[in-house]
């Protein structure tokens, strides 16, 4: 029996995620054992990363015997449920306004699909990125267009990416913002100026489609096994052809999209602050939000247990916000996003399931 190589064994693993969940995916795992599929080395990293996982959860533990627990459950006890029910409510608007974005990618693509369609994909596609420890609700997207049969994999793939890269560039340029201003105050200095030129211009470089070309043939060349080079070149100028699609001045109103739905985003938190009765203004909120979605993005802990709220408690110290408020802030955002938008998320995902075959002819052809 031949050893499939490991790019073609983790796409596969993946998928078995997104359809069968955790249980099955143990199921997969012992078959693959089984016959001899399943690299050793490969296995040490995937047990390793469960256990590096379980860094943020010991955190939160330590943090939680840290806390004055009467002051915790006072906050709780006179929590105001109009301004946290309408930060629930307010998750429809983040997520149509992100799939509206990604919708128009798919549009400079010459792709179709409807807002509705795009809505519930998007949702799903949150669902999925929670329940994963590798996060894949980006590949989840490419997916659902593979299986309605809008695009391949790869070209569906590119928008997905695009989609997320703009999330991420939008969290470090306003989080860079945030360390200097929570850690110095006042003033601006010549180092802070170049490294925020130097945040700003990084993607607009990396993004030139000659740049990013040879980039990508740079990659390709170090990672490609040479059994597989002409299939997987011919994915990969699927991919480069879709992100050169996406790179236009439509690109434009996919920033202004970012930029409304994270103000929509910061907006939900500072409904959230206001519900546990928290002074703080909604700049300084915005701030201190992206710094620690940026952190939680650290794969040391599940949906950013532990890492935010230790994160979130530094950050409000120094905005002279006490521990107890830290906590419960951080907890009430995992509810409001994770807890209320999982929920969303599985509802759609339940009407309207990503579909994945597991027989030789699928695996062939991915």
């Known amino acids: 029996m031949v050893k499939p190589r490991e790019n073609e064994l983790q796409f596969s693993i993946a998928k078995d995620k997104l359809k069968y969940g955790f249980h099955s995916f ?30 943020g959860l010991l955190i939160l533990a330590y943090l939680i015997t840290r806390i004055d627990f009467k002051a915790l459950l006072f906050q709780f006890k006179n929590i105001n449920l109009y301004f946290l029910f309408a930060a629930i409510f307010m998750n429809f ?51 659902y267009l593979k299986q309605k049969q809008v695009t391949t994999f790869y070209k569906g793939l590119s928008s997905a990416i695009m989609d997320r890269l703009l999330d991420l560039y939008f969290l470090i340029l306003l989080g860079s913002v ?8 006042k003033g601006i200095n010549l180092e802070f100026v170049f490294l925020f030129v130097i945040v700003l211009s990084l993607p607009i470089i990396i993004l030139h489609p000659k740049v990013l070309n040879l980039l990508t043939r740079i990659l390709f060349r170090k990672i490609s096994p040479k ?21 236009n001045p439509v690109l434009l109103y996919g920033i202004l999209l970012t930029v409304f739905s994270y103000s929509l985003f910061f907006f939900q938190c500072f409904l959230i602050a206001k519900s546990i009765g928290l002074q703080i203004s909604y700049f300084d909120l915005a701030l201190i939000m992206s710094i620690v979605n940026i952190i939680t993005l650290i794969p040391i802990s599940i949906s950013g247990l532990g890492t935010r709220e230790a994160s979130m408690i530094f950050l409000f110290k120094l905005i002279g916000l006490p521990t107890e408020a830290a906590i419960s802030f951080s907890l009430l955002i995992f509810f409001v996003f994770f807890i209320c938008g999982g929920l969303m998320g599985f509802i759609a995902w339940w009407l309207n399931p990503v579909k994945i075959d597991f027989s030789k002819k699928e695996k062939a052809s991915t």
């Open 26 to 55: 143990r199921k997969l795992r012992t078959y693959l054992n089984t016959n001899n599929v399943y690299l050793n080395k490969n296995k040490m990293k995937k047990d390793l990363s469960k256990y590096i996982r379980l860094i």
């Open 93 to 143: 608007f983040l997520i149509f306004a992100k799939a509206i974005r990604w919708k128009a990618f798919l549009i400079q693509q010459n792709l179709s699909i409807s807002a509705k369609s795009a809505f519930s994909i998007y949702l799903s596609s949150l669902y999925i990125g929670f329940i994963t420890p590798g996060r894949l609700g980006e590949i989840s997207k490419a997916l």
């Open 178 to 185: 945030g360390v200097y201003y929570l850690s110095k105050g």
């Open 227 to 247: 059994k597989f080079k002409d299939k997987i070149r011919e994915s990969v100028n699927e991919f480069i052809e879709g992100i050169n699609q996406i790179i």
